[in-house]
């Protein structure tokens, strides 16, 4: 398996409260992503990066902040969680293209 | 927990039988396409892939063929065992691009 770690992998907070999730890897692969998903709605993008300090915006990026500040890690920040962004997030890396070697995901719940 | 299969198109089979899973994509220009396989509570793995200039690749078990014609993508298993229940999403790309869109998956249930 692809030595991607995801932290913490299960997490309940309230609604207001600001929530980050870590992902990291041990496999030095250049493009890191974050996905959610949601039933009905497959799997959707919400940040990637393409390097230390080079990020940009999925389909689902409002609520959401991002940062690389190491190739390893990459995390994906809610500055004020809501009840819609329960869901369970997944982190994945790639150095080829399309291929994505995801991690466990971490199931958040917002109340 | 809630299951990612919920509201998914659903193929349900006995084991031993071949299962064929579709998949109709969207973009002409998308040059390869992968097929992952999620079991529940862990993250999509792949399982095999396909450029656009083939119409058929086979793995260990599985087969994805590709027609361009008419946009479809299938991934066929044989024997199908119950390790195989899984959802399964196809997802395409364009060359060059790290950033494929994935398609709403579909959920195999396996019947021993």
């Known amino acids: 398996d692809a030595g991607i770690t995801q932290s913490p992998r299960h997490k309940v907070t309230e609604t207001g409260t600001p929530v980050t999730l870590r992902c990291h890897q041990t ?4 493009y890191m992503y974050w996905y959610r998903q949601d039933p009905g709605h497959g799997l959707r993008l919400i940040h990637y990066s393409y390097g230390v300090k ?12 991002v940062s690389r500040s190491k190739t390893e890690d990459f995390l994906l920040t809610l500055e004020s969680a809501t009840s819609s962004q329960t869901s369970v997030y997944f982190c ?4 080829n293209t399309g291929e ?5 995901g971490s199931r958040l719940t917002v109340l | 927990g809630e299951s990612v299969g919920l509201h998914l ?7 031993g039988d071949n299962s064929i899973i579709n998949c109709a994509y969207s973009n ?7 097929w992952y396989k999620q079991e529940s509570g862990k993250g999509p793995q792949f399982i095999i892939d396909i450029r656009s200039n083939m119409d058929k690749r086979q793995g260990q078990r599985v087969t994805v063929l590709l027609n361009k014609t008419v946009k479809h993508l299938s991934l066929q298993i044989a024997a199908t065992q119950p390790g195989d229940s899984a959802v399964y999403f196809c997802a395409e790309g364009e060359g060059g691009s790290y950033i494929p869109t994935f398609g709403r998956g ?5 019947h021993p």
């Open chain 2, 9 to 15: 198109p659903t193929l349900s089979v006995q084991e």
């Open chain 2, 106 to 110: 579909t959920s195999l249930i396996v």
């Open chain 1, 100 to 104: 994505l070697f995801f991690g466990e």
């Open chain 1, 92 to 95: 994945a890396i790639s150095e």
């Open chain 1, 27 to 30: 496999e030095n692969h250049r």
């Open chain 1, 54 to 65: 080079d990020t940009d915006k999925g389909e689902v990026s409002d609520g959401y902040s």
């Open chain 2, 28 to 34: 002409s220009a998308s040059d390869y396409f992968i």
